[in-house]
């Protein structure tokens, strides 16, 4: 995915980073992304492209629309499960897919 800070005060506004390991933190009871915020501004990034199908951000999107005591309650249940069920695949397809472009760059 690629996110970018869209703070156009900040050094790095606009400067997009193509991030290839997802990973979540629960900060103030909301699940970002790890590396989400910006290092020089500390405003949190806009997630611009998504490679996996299935689409992490909205997750996000309904996780914020829910009230904060929801919110809380459903990521205290479901982090582990949505660990095993959506970061671990794709991190599966992710070592797939490099495993994969090796065996075809050996092919020649
Ligand atoms: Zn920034």
Redesign the pocket.
Same mark, same amino acid.
């Given at each position: 995915m690629i996110i970018y /800070?869209n !703070?156009k005060e /900040?050094e #790095?506004?606009n400067i997009k980073e193509c991030i290839n390991k997802v990973r979540y933190v629960l900060k103030d009871n909301e699940l970002i992304l790890k590396d989400q915020y &910006?290092e #020089? &501004?500390? !405003?949190l990034k806009t997630i611009e492209e998504l490679k996996h199908k299935d689409g992490f951000t909205s997750n996000i999107g309904k996780f914020s629309s829910k009230s904060r005591d929801e919110k809380t309650a459903s990521l205290k249940k479901r982090a582990t499960k949505h660990y095993e069920q959506h970061i671990e695949p794709y991190k599966e397809h992710v070592n797939h897919e490099a495993i994969t472009n090796f065996k075809n760059a050996n092919k020649g």
């Open positions: /800070c !703070n /900040c #790095k506004y &910006c #020089k &501004c500390g !405003n």
